[in-house]
C-alpha cells in the first residue's frame, strides 16, 4: 500500500507542480511522529511535494522536537492553541514553535487551528496578537 501511495503522490505532483502548486501531507493519525513523516517524504521525494504541518496531531512524548524536526520539510503550518503531551492537554508554547520556524527560515503561511474548549470570540484575539508579534 505504501509504494502505491508513493507512486500516486509523485504522479499527482506531476500534475500539481505544471500549476505551481505543492502537495502537502499532514502529519496526523498513523503518520504521527516526525520520523514516518519525514520518511514519507523523503519517499516521495518530488519538489512539489511537502509536509503540511500541524502543531496538534504529534503523537510521541515530546511533539516540540517532532515539530522542530520536522520543520525544514514544511510548506504550510497550522498551530494549535493546545498539544497533546501524553494524555494531557496544554497550552501551546507558541514561543518555542515560532523559533523552530525562524531557525529554518520558514516563509510560507502560519496558521491557528483553535479547538481548545475556551469561547473562540474570547480566546483567539489575543493568541492572533501574540502569534503576530512573535512572527514579526
Same mark, same amino acid.
Given at each position: 500500500a505504501?509504494?502505491? @501511495?508513493?507512486?500516486?503522490l509523485?504522479e499527482?505532483c506531476?500534475? @500539481?507542480?505544471?500549476h505551481?502548486?505543492?502537495?502537502?501531507i499532514e502529519?496526523?493519525?498513523?503518520?504521527?511522529?516526525s520520523?514516518?513523516l519525514?520518511q514519507?517524504?523523503k519517499?516521495?521525494?518530488?519538489k512539489?511535494?511537502?509536509v503540511n504541518l500541524?502543531?496538534?496531531?504529534?503523537?510521541?512524548?515530546? %511533539?516540540?522536537v517532532?515539530?522542530?524536526?520536522?520543520?525544514?520539510?514544511a510548506?504550510?503550518?497550522?498551530?494549535?492553541a493546545?498539544?497533546?503531551?501524553?494524555k494531557d492537554?496544554e497550552?501551546?508554547?507558541?514561543?518555542?514553535?515560532?523559533n523552530?520556524?525562524?531557525k529554518?527560515n520558514?516563509?510560507?503561511?502560519?496558521?491557528?487551528?483553535y479547538?481548545a474548549e475556551k469561547?473562540p470570540y474570547?480566546?483567539?484575539? %489575543?493568541?492572533?496578537r501574540?502569534?503576530?508579534?512573535l512572527l514579526?
Open positions: 505504501d509504494l502505491w @501511495a508513493i507512486e500516486s509523485r499527482c506531476d500534475y @500539481a507542480g505544471k505551481g502548486i505543492f502537495l502537502g502529519n496526523h493519525d498513523s503518520i504521527g511522529s520520523k514516518t519525514i514519507f517524504v519517499a516521495v521525494n518530488h512539489w511535494f511537502a500541524d502543531s496538534g496531531n504529534f503523537r510521541t512524548p515530546n %511533539p516540540y517532532d515539530f522542530a524536526s520536522s520543520a525544514p520539510y510548506v504550510n503550518v497550522q498551530l494549535k493546545e498539544l497533546r503531551i501524553g492537554r497550552s501551546a508554547d507558541f514561543e518555542r514553535l515560532i523552530s520556524l525562524k529554518v520558514y516563509q510560507g503561511y502560519v496558521i491557528l487551528e479547538e469561547d474570547v480566546a483567539i484575539p %489575543p493568541l492572533l501574540k502569534i503576530r508579534k514579526s
